[in-house]
């Protein structure tokens, strides 16, 4: 049996501290467009960068919570949440994913935000009693929800074509789709298992024809805490499944999936980009080139 103490504490700290700045696409801080600029509010790197690729140099992108930090625990300072209010447009993934920021999200809602939350509109699959936050996974819904942005975006400003911009980013990632499966197709049927630290590699694994065989920390939220004898369970399941990886997140401590490696043999712990882009001029900067690292990076482990 596997007995480990870990504290899942793991960003408050950090939290406060960069809770106190935006991670900004444009360059600008959140309010401070020109007059008549439209500015977006987007609550992860990912949804920023989507956004981003719509408005184009007609407007200004900004991402709430910091390029790696759990998208899950971020908490918002009084400044952010203030920004919610004073966006032209705030883009939320939803389905529980920004669970720190809900209260803020919530309160400007009602105060009459302009909110769009993509994951419900994207036909999500099932998760446990809920519902997978973790569509950006998969390039077609990415590709839609870059057309709900661009929707949004000309009701507040119809004299702009934002949806020949979504169109265009529709293609790339139409592109991106068929190279993926390129990448992957040095992974054997028999090898396409999955471990993963939280479950966020659904979309992914129906995608691309993969199953995910076990998680180490249980659901879709990295705030949960796994007892000893589901990590011993896990631990049972990989020697069972032959499985020779672990994929963990950049934006999360990977303690519990490098214990639970430790007891078996020869298993690897990956690390994936899975709910934050990387470094903006890093090859994980955007979200096309963190699916490709990603699947990169899953093919050399499995294949």
């Not at 939350?117 to 036909?123: E, Q, S, Y």
């Not at 950006?136 to 839609?144: G, I, L």
């Not at 589901?230 to 069972?240: D, T």
Request: aromatic residues 4%; glycine residues 10%; hydrophobic residues 45%.
């Amino acid at each position: 049996m596997i007995t480990i103490l870990i504290s899942r504490n793991k960003t408050r700290i950090g939290t406060l501290i960069v809770g106190l700045v935006f991670s900004v696409i444009s360059g600008c801080d959140a309010g401070s467009g020109k007059d008549g600029t439209i500015t977006v509010v987007a609550t992860t790197s990912i949804w920023g960068d989507v956004a981003a690729r719509v408005v184009g140099p007609d407007g200004e992108v900004v991402t709430l919570i910091p390029r790696g930090a759990d998208a899950h625990d971020y908490q918002a300072s009084p400044q952010q949440a203030a920004s919610l209010r004073e966006a032209d447009l705030v883009v939320v993934n939803g389905l529980g994913l920004e669970e720190g920021l809900q209260e803020a999200l919530s309160a400007a809602a009602t105060d009459g935000a302009n909110v769009l939350g993509i994951a419900p509109l994207l036909d999500p699959r099932p998760l446990g009693d809920g519902a997978d936050p973790h569509v950006w996974f998969d390039p077609s819904r990415v590709a839609e929800a870059a057309q709900l942005i661009a929707t949004r975006l000309v009701e507040i400003d119809p004299e702009v074509d934002w949806a020949a911009r979504a169109d265009a980013y529709g293609v790339e990632l139409d592109e991106l789709d068929v190279e993926i499966e390129t990448i992957l197709g040095v992974v054997e049927p028999e090898r396409r298992k999955l471990v993963t630290n939280h479950d966020s590699l659904g979309y992914f694994a129906d995608r691309y024809g993969f199953q995910v065989v076990g998680v180490v920390i249980p659901g879709g939220s990295t705030l949960s805490q796994p007892s000893s004898a589901q990590l011993a369970e896990l631990v049972s399941r990989i020697e069972e499944e032959a499985v020779p990886a672990i994929f963990a997140e950049t934006s999360s401590p990977t303690d519990l999936a490098e214990a639970v490696a430790a007891e078996t043999d020869g298993v690897a712990v990956v690390e994936l980009h899975t709910e934050s882009l990387g470094a903006p001029d890093s090859t994980t900067g955007t979200l096309l080139g963190m699916l490709r690292a990603n699947a990169e990076r899953i093919a050399d482990a499995l294949g």
